[in-house]
């Protein structure tokens, strides 16, 4: 098929890319640092299990089950979160318009070639990009594991490979955000440019940003009154302080709003429901102490799923009809 062959060709292109070596070199490097910071700790729950909650700064709020594995895993991906991004934008950014502009769109639209299969073969041809991306991370983890003596679970390593899979198509949605932007815009600088600030803007800045106007909507936090202090005899002779804390069902009603102001302001960003979904694939049960069933786990960011998916098919969408219609002479 023509479609494969335009893939494999742009897949080369794309992994001998300066911008695509450097960023995944700047990746490895991060994700190097990031396990030898959690080297002791890995060490120490070796063998362990517990469920623990997390609350991450993209909006994932849980309960995760945390071994040796999924505690490095899991902060990797939190890591992929800004790099997948800034990956997936940059290898789309200038994937149409660039060779629009050097003339070989028309070398290519010689032979006997459909518009459909090239923009097709080229968003394959960069996937495949994205996925060895993924595939390198898990491999380097993997290794930095059996180096230092960190035991690996089986269990742990399917809940991986799921989130391995998310974490595709959290890349993927970037890499459709690129393409759009490089099918819309005529300059591949222009576009390049736009792409690293929007994939900065909706990982970094727009999370942050969503905290602070909902907190400016929701109010100040109302007043309660402090924990009660008493005097409680735990032996003959012994008297110790006790803190009884008092009831303020007003901060409970303002930190439940805060709450949802944070989760409809995070819906735009796919860092947000990427980050939900990371979660619910280390979701842990704290009854059994143990993973949830992995439907029981996927039921719990279906919707987040539904949403990345929409996010990434609305700009290739875009992207497509748009290079359909172009005038390419």
Known sequence: MREIAIALKEFYVAVRSKRFI???????????LMNYALRDEMLKSAGQIAVVPVSTIFGGRGEIIQTSVSLSIFTNLETLTVFGALIGATLGADSINREIEEGTIKVLLSHPIYRDQIINGKFLGNALALALVVFIGYVFSIAYFLIVGVPIDDVSMVRAILAAVFTLIYMLTFLSLGTMLSALLKKPETSMILAIVLALFLTL???????????KIVGEQPYCPPPEIRHQEVAPGRVVPVSIPSTC?????????LEIWKKRLKFLSPASHYSYLTVASFAGDEFVND?????EALALALNNLATLLVQFLLPFS???????????R
């Open 318 to 328: 875009i992207a497509y009809a748009k290079f359909m219609t172009s005038d390419l």
């Open 205 to 215: 800045i727009y999370p942050a940003t969503a905290e602070v106007i909902a907190g």
């Open 22 to 32: 450097g960023i995944l070199v700047f990746y490895l490097l991060f994700v190097f």
């Open 249 to 257: 069902p007003a901060f409970e009603e303002w930190q439940n709003r």
């Open 291 to 295: 993973y949830l069933p992995i439907g």
